[in-house]
């Protein structure tokens, strides 16, 4: 990456009031020691100082918010370079144990300089940086000299302290000439928060069901265009001149890095990676990618693998560390209520309280007749249809039910009148003609 080199020296002579700039690491900007501890005489750190406030942590594994780490994972590789000066390191902790109550840590460096000591500066930066933020409690005698604190915002502040004042000291002490340096990006993670921290221009997102956000800042000199409102973030990412950075670790004695912190998010992906990736894949396809789904090793390879195949002309570096909602952790524990309770038991429970916007079953279905129904002739109806013999009377129909039963006698009266009239109507015609042919009979007879 001499090209970056080189233009970063270009930028900072060209500020108006440019700092001290160094050609060449003197040991006037050593440390002299490697933070060493201010003890008291029976070897207990000083109770001044804040580092003897740290309390053991719970190692609860979930926030206020209902989200939880559940992996993190890194992939490097070569991508457009014939030589890697990317490192990376992810690991899972306990915060029981870590010193900070830290759950997970990444730490990603794109080292500049020379095959060599462009490797050797992201290699340095990375160690460095993963003995501050990996830090057991047993460690705790290590950074109890001129630590800043013990808040996560302030431990990641001291690794970037550490990583840059390493490189600095093994560039003085083999006499490295010009600016070898790295990129440093780190996120570190408790079971309530994360908190991010960048130099240079390798990134940090975070990607939520919702969207994905920036939550770097780059430290080039488009970068510092766009926070002036002079680029937008896709002018500043095509723009040739994005390799300028502006602040790097381990090219002078003191840095100023960008740190965030924010509650963890559930169910979110966060993401740290070199400008391998960035140059050739923008943050609304990192975002497809792991909306697609995958273990956070799985993640991890496919962005890198789609940086490759996207042609970038650097090497390429992903480090990814994921969380889980409430909604997840509460489903393995109803599953195991289900089958110690059997599933007559576990239905039953269901059945009480229906999930939202699901009809609860129908068990039984009450169709009350219409008038259309009630129209029908009786006749029409079927007559394999016969009312058991045990059926019980129908009640009375309280409302009106009298009128209707007294119209139906009435009918009935009148029916059977009718039929009598023309039964006695038949009868006398009958007994008439009967008369008739009698007397006719008689009168010929005489």
């Given at each position: 990456?001499?090209?970056?080199?080189?233009?970063?020296?270009?930028?900072?002579?060209?500020?108006?009031?440019?700092?001290?700039?160094?050609?060449?690491?003197?040991?006037?900007?050593?440390?002299?020691?490697?933070?060493?501890?201010?003890?008291?005489?029976?070897?207990?750190?000083?109770?001044?100082?804040?580092?003897?406030?740290?309390?053991?942590?719970?190692?609860?594994?979930?926030?206020?918010?209902?989200?939880?780490?559940?992996?993190?994972?890194?992939?490097?590789?070569?991508?457009?370079?014939?030589?890697?000066?990317?490192?990376?390191?992810?690991?899972?902790?306990?915060?029981?144990?870590?010193?900070?109550?830290?759950?997970?840590?990444?730490?990603?460096?794109?080292?500049?300089?020379?095959?060599?000591?462009?490797?050797?500066?992201?290699?340095?930066?990375?160690?460095?940086?993963?003995?501050?933020?990996?830090?057991?409690?047993?460690?705790?005698?290590?950074?109890?000299?001129?630590?800043?604190?013990?808040?996560?915002?302030?431990?990641?502040?001291?690794?970037?302290?550490?990583?840059?004042?390493?490189?600095?000291?093994?560039?003085?002490?083999?006499?490295?000439?010009?600016?070898?340096?790295?990129?440093?990006?780190?996120?570190?993670?408790?079971?309530?928060?994360?908190?991010?921290?960048?130099?240079?221009?390798?990134?940090?997102?975070?990607?939520s069901p919702a969207a994905v956000r920036k939550l770097?800042?780059?430290?080039?000199?488009?970068?510092?265009?766009?926070?002036?409102?002079?680029?937008?973030?896709?002018?500043?990412?095509?723009?040739?001149?994005?390799?300028?950075?502006?602040?790097?670790?381990?090219?002078?004695?003191?840095?100023?890095?960008?740190?965030?912190?924010?509650?963890?998010?559930?169910?979110?992906?966060?993401?740290?990676?070199?400008?391998?990736?960035?140059?050739?894949?923008?943050?609304?396809?990192?975002?497809?990618?792991?909306?697609?789904?995958?273990?956070?090793?799985?993640?991890?390879?496919?962005?890198?693998?789609?940086?490759?195949?996207?042609?970038?002309?650097?090497?390429?570096?992903?480090?990814?560390?994921?969380?889980?909602?409430?909604?997840?952790?509460?489903?393995?524990?109803?599953?195991?209520?289900?089958?110690?309770?059997?599933?007559?038991?576990?239905?039953?429970?269901?059945?009480?309280?229906?999930?939202?916007?699901?009809?609860?079953?129908?068990?039984?279905?009450?169709?009350?007749?219409?008038?259309?129904?009630?129209?029908?002739?009786p006749e029409e109806m079927s007559p394999e249809v016969?009312?058991?013999?045990?059926?019980?009377?129908?009640?009375?129909?309280?409302?009106?039910?009298?009128?209707?039963?007294?119209?139906?006698?009435?009918?009935?009266?009148?029916?059977?009148?009718?039929?009598?009239?023309?039964?006695?109507l038949l009868l006398g015609l009958l007994v008439g003609?009967?008369?008739?042919?009698?007397?006719?009979?008689?009168?010929?007879?005489?």
């Amino acid at each position: 990456m001499e090209a970056r080199r080189l233009v970063l020296r270009q930028r900072r002579s060209a500020r108006p009031a440019p700092a001290p700039r160094r050609h060449r690491r003197s040991p006037e900007g050593m440390c002299s020691a490697d933070w060493s501890p201010p003890m008291q005489d029976s070897g207990a750190p000083m109770a001044n100082h804040p580092l003897s406030r740290i309390q053991p942590h719970s190692g609860a594994h979930m926030s206020e918010s209902g989200a939880r780490v559940i992996g993190a994972a890194c992939e490097t590789a070569t991508g457009g370079r014939g030589h890697n000066q990317d490192r990376c390191e992810s690991r899972l902790l306990e915060p029981a144990q870590s010193l900070w109550g830290f759950r997970a840590v990444l730490v990603v460096a794109d080292g500049m300089g020379g095959h060599e000591k462009g490797d050797q500066a992201a290699e340095i930066a990375v160690q460095a940086a993963t003995e501050v933020l990996a830090a057991q409690l047993e460690d705790h005698t290590q950074f109890t000299g001129d630590f800043p604190g013990a808040e996560p915002d302030q431990v990641i502040r001291g690794a970037f302290e550490r990583a840059n004042r390493r490189i600095y000291e093994w560039a003085v002490t083999q006499d490295v000439s010009g600016d070898t340096g790295t990129t440093l990006t780190m996120i570190a993670s408790t079971d309530e928060e994360v908190v991010v921290g960048n130099v240079g221009d390798s990134r940090a997102y975070v990607v939520s069901p919702a969207a994905v956000r920036k939550l770097s800042e780059d430290h080039s000199w488009v970068g510092q265009q766009v926070r002036l409102g002079h680029l937008t973030e896709a002018e500043a990412d095509a723009s040739p001149l994005r390799n300028q950075l502006t602040q790097a670790v381990g090219c002078d004695p003191a840095i100023d890095p960008h740190v965030i912190r924010m509650p963890l998010e559930a169910d979110a992906v966060y993401v740290a990676c070199t400008d391998g990736l960035t140059e050739v894949v923008d943050a609304e396809a990192i975002r497809e990618v792991v909306q697609a789904g995958g273990a956070p090793e799985d993640l991890c390879r496919a962005l890198v693998a789609l940086a490759v195949a996207a042609g970038t002309s650097d090497n390429v570096t992903v480090a990814v560390l994921a969380t889980a909602g409430q909604g997840r952790l509460e489903e393995a524990p109803a599953a195991e209520q289900v089958a110690e309770t059997g599933p007559e038991e576990a239905l039953a429970e269901t059945s009480q309280a229906p999930p939202p916007d699901v009809p609860p079953i129908v068990e039984c279905l009450i169709v009350e007749p219409s008038p259309a129904d009630e129209a029908v002739a009786p006749e029409e109806m079927s007559p394999e249809v016969e009312a058991p013999e045990d059926e019980p009377p129908a009640e009375p129909d309280p409302v009106g039910g009298g009128d209707v039963s007294v119209a139906r006698q009435r009918t009935q009266r009148l029916g059977m009148a009718l039929i009598v009239c023309v039964v006695s109507l038949l009868l006398g015609l009958l007994v008439g003609r009967a008369t008739v042919s009698t007397d006719a009979g008689a009168g010929a007879g005489a």
